[in-house]
């Protein structure tokens, strides 16, 4: 090349700026080794199965099986009770119990007894509801139909972490341990006038009374207690520090015969009277 065709400085500077630019424009190869993204682990949810002598008969796997994910309840409203419904199991009687976190390290029988005695079931061959109840701290086990579900449902329950007037949301859930056919439920229910029914089996198609109860709580809250007698239909609460409810019994010599309790006993709430519509 003769001298006078040598490329200027100004040309080289340039090219250079140019060389500069294109290289920016092109990918740029991470030097680092590509970092791995493990997706953090979700909270585990609590296991509860309802294990017994039903499952093999239903074609729901094998009996008595604290991991057969086939009998696994859930709390699908968050009203803290658990429960696994189904209708494959064939007529007869049947036990189960309740486990928790899949094998039998925690179970619960009758009335909820850590380790206690099986529940047993009747079924004619309809659909059977398992009921286990965590919230609450009692554990009580029980299934429908053999055991009666009654539930209060009123415009306060919002305000103990419930639902308000749903008969499905078992916060409310009264119960019967000792089965004498009176249904209880406790709770420290905030000042103010309020409203309830009693509503049987998570619907509306039986609830009591008739018209709703009203009921008052003083200042500073109380704790209430609510009663259901499911031989009488009978609906009543206790407010702490209230006054006691007017009870009107109907003793006689009848009531053994009729499989009401004890003869002449005053304080048989088998033969509670009632007045639902404030005649007096």
């Given at each position: 090349?003769?001298?006078?065709n ?27 080794a590509?970092?791995r ?9 609590l ?10 008969v ?25 429960k ?24 619960y ?5 850590p ?31 053999n ?5 209060v ?16 949301h ?17 709770a ?38 609510f ?30 015969a ?6 002449w ?10 007045d ?5």
């Amino acid at each position: 090349m003769c001298p006078g065709n040598k490329p200027s400085r100004s040309l080289l500077s340039l090219g250079l700026v140019v060389a500069l630019l294109v290289t920016s424009l092109l990918p740029v190869a991470s030097l680092a080794a590509p970092t791995r993204t493990t997706p953090a682990a979700a909270d585990s949810a609590l296991l509860v199965t309802f294990p017994g002598n039903y499952a093999e008969v239903a074609g729901l796997g094998n009996n008595w099986d604290p991991g057969n994910l086939n009998t696994q309840g859930n709390d699908a409203n968050g009203d803290g009770v658990y429960k696994f419904v189904t209708d494959a199991i064939p007529p007869g009687t049947y036990e189960f119990k309740v486990t928790v976190g899949g094998s039998w390290s925690e179970n619960y029988g009758r009335n909820g007894v850590p380790g206690g005695p099986n529940v047993s079931f009747t079924t004619a061959g309809g659909t059977v509801h398992f009921y286990y109840d965590r919230g609450s701290g009692d554990n009580f086990v029980a299934s429908r139909p053999n055991y009666l579900i009654p539930v209060v449902a009123g415009n306060f329950v919002s305000e103990i972490g419930g639902s308000d007037w749903s008969p499905d949301h078992l916060k409310t859930w009264m119960k019967d341990p000792d089965g004498d056919g009176i249904y209880t439920y406790t709770a420290e229910v905030p000042e103010g006038n309020w409203e309830y029914k009693v509503a049987l089996n998570e619907s509306w198609s039986v609830a009591y009374p008739a018209s709703n109860r009203p009921f008052s709580v003083p200042a500073g809250g109380a704790s209430v207690t609510f009663y259901y007698n499911s031989a009488t239909n009978e609906v009543w609460e206790e407010v702490a520090g209230g006054p006691p409810p007017l009870l009107v019994t109907f003793p006689g010599n009848y009531a053994s015969a009729a499989g009401l309790g004890n003869d002449w006993d005053p304080g048989n709430l088998n033969t509670q009277g009632n007045d639902a519509n404030g005649d007096g």
